[in-house]
């Protein structure tokens, strides 16, 4: 890949990189509020503020650093988390599953939207391909973002809606994981068992639920 296409590649998936962990994050912060924690809300993290949102290294310096060290074919990075003061939520362990489900569900819904903006776009018979070009990345990167954090494993979203849904003394099983987590996440991403096993699959599934559901949109579009 030459620095060209490089260039044009992180121009495309910029801006749906931004909003989509912007809004995942403000989600959580949002629906901690809504069950009893205002932890986020006194911090400012429930804004569309990006720079709120943004880890220098997580968001930027690893991602860019991946993507240029394997021409694309690896890339990782994370936003920085939402505070969430847990023991503060009014039924803690059923609003934990709530406060977990929102930001996954925050890309879902930023995927169904970029889906349909492709689509408006095509109807128009707009063929600038950046444009196009983004609205897939904003699919994609949001599916992919919805995917991986509901992996069932602490401290991702879906360990901790796993947590919230297990018996107590298997949810404190579970959440002992947590200390170590992030570590047994990187490493089953580098291995390829997430991607494969998980990703992959739910991913897939996920496409064809959200096809789906837009088939009257395409109906009346096309």
């Known amino acids: 890949m030459d620095f060209a296409q490089i260039v044009q590649t992180v121009a495309l998936y910029a801006l749906p990189v931004l909003f989509a962990i912007t809004v995942h994050e403000a989600a959580h912060g949002y ?31 690893m991602p860019l650093m991946l993507y ?8 990782f990075g994370y936003a920085k988390p939402v505070p969430v003061n847990f023991g503060r939520l009014r039924n803690p362990k059923k609003d ?13 819904v930023q995927a169904i939207l970029w889906t349909l903006a492709l689509y408006l776009l095509i109807a128009l018979g707009v063929n600038e ?59 089953l991403v580098i ?4 991607s494969s096993l998980w990703m992959r699959p739910l991913i897939a599934l996920t496409s064809g ?14």
């Open 31 to 61: 629906a901690a509020r809504h069950f009893g924690d205002n932890t986020a809300h006194m911090m400012g993290r429930i804004t569309l503020n990006p720079l709120k949102h943004i880890d220098p290294l997580g968001t930027i310096a």
């Open 68 to 75: 240029f060290a394997t021409s694309g074919a690896f890339l």
């Open 96 to 108: 934990m599953v709530w406060v977990a489900l929102a930001g996954p569900g925050a890309n879902l």
């Open 129 to 187: 391909r950046f444009f196009t070009g983004m609205c897939e990345a904003g699919v994609l990167v949001n599916l992919v973002m919805f995917a991986f954090n509901l992996f069932p494993l602490p401290p991702l979203d879906g360990g901790r809606i796993l947590v919230g849904l297990l018996p107590q003394p298997l949810a404190w099983q579970v959440s002992r994981i947590e200390p170590w987590g992030f570590f047994v996440v990187m490493a």
């Open 191 to 194: 291995t390829g068992v997430v």
């Open 209 to 222: 639920l959200i096809q789906l559901l837009l088939t009257p949109v395409r109906a009346l579009l096309f």
